[in-house]
């Protein structure tokens, strides 16, 4: 540790985000204190192919179901404090929550990162982010950037300001995002280009397909979806 970073850390001593006491020298890293950290549902068995937590050796729940993504990670389940954690970066304008959890995104997949050229962040509505103040996914996006060495580019945008997904059934999530993206005027994505795809939830994988599926048909190759909960 540098002796800038020192000075740093006494003026701004390190806080977990969960529960925001301050945290001892040998937890700063984690971002979080022991207790908030065994609090968290880390998603550490889940399905390669949709990242829903696996009960047993299959996954049941994508099984018949078609995506335009390849693979998709999560860090955690979308419950208690993590979701409140969320929560809070979406609707309470904490946006340097963001950092902390893509760092978290990228060390994820840094162990198990397929070829992948550019990350891409998926797009809020101008309306949606003019009122929150920010696209938390592409917050997401930068943060892992930055970490495994990656561009982020903003190759989507959302024409449709659609309603929120929060209480619709599948079926109904998948009509409510179609059409929702398009490529952004003046992008033109190299045939077969490999995308990591970031968002902050998946609960249907209805948002991610969708844009998914958009990206597909501009020319890109393989897609990868990575989010902060599932």
Request: net charge positive.
């Amino acid at each position: 540790m540098s002796i800038f970073q020192s000075f740093l850390n006494l003026l701004f001593p390190a806080r977990c985000h969960l529960c925001r006491q301050l945290l001892p020298a040998e937890e700063a890293g984690k971002g979080l204190c022991l207790s908030c950290w065994d609090k968290v549902s880390w998603l550490k068995h889940c399905c390669p192919r949709c990242a829903m937590p696996l009960e047993g050796q299959f996954c049941t729940w994508c099984q018949g179901k078609s995506f335009a993504f390849q693979k998709a990670y999560a860090l955690a389940r979308y419950q208690g404090e993590w979701r409140r954690l969320l929560h809070r970066l979406k609707y309470g304008r904490e946006g340097h929550i963001a950092h902390y959890l893509g760092s978290l995104m990228a060390e994820m997949m840094d162990s198990k990162m397929p070829a992948v050229s550019v990350i891409v962040p998926v797009p809020l509505h101008d309306k949606r982010e003019k009122e929150r103040g920010f696209n938390q996914s592409l917050l997401l996006a930068r943060a892992m950037g930055r970490k495994l060495g990656l561009p982020c580019q903003e190759l989507l945008i959302r024409v449709a300001d659609t309603c929120s997904q929060t209480g619709l059934k599948r079926s109904q999530r998948e009509k409510n995002v179609q059409g929702a993206f398009a490529v952004k005027e003046g992008q033109a994505i190299p045939r077969g280009l490999p995308l990591l795809l970031v968002d902050d939830v998946m609960t249907t994988g209805a948002t991610a397909n969708e844009a998914s599926r958009i990206l597909r048909q501009a020319g890109a190759g393989e897609i990868v979806v990575a989010v902060a909960a599932r």
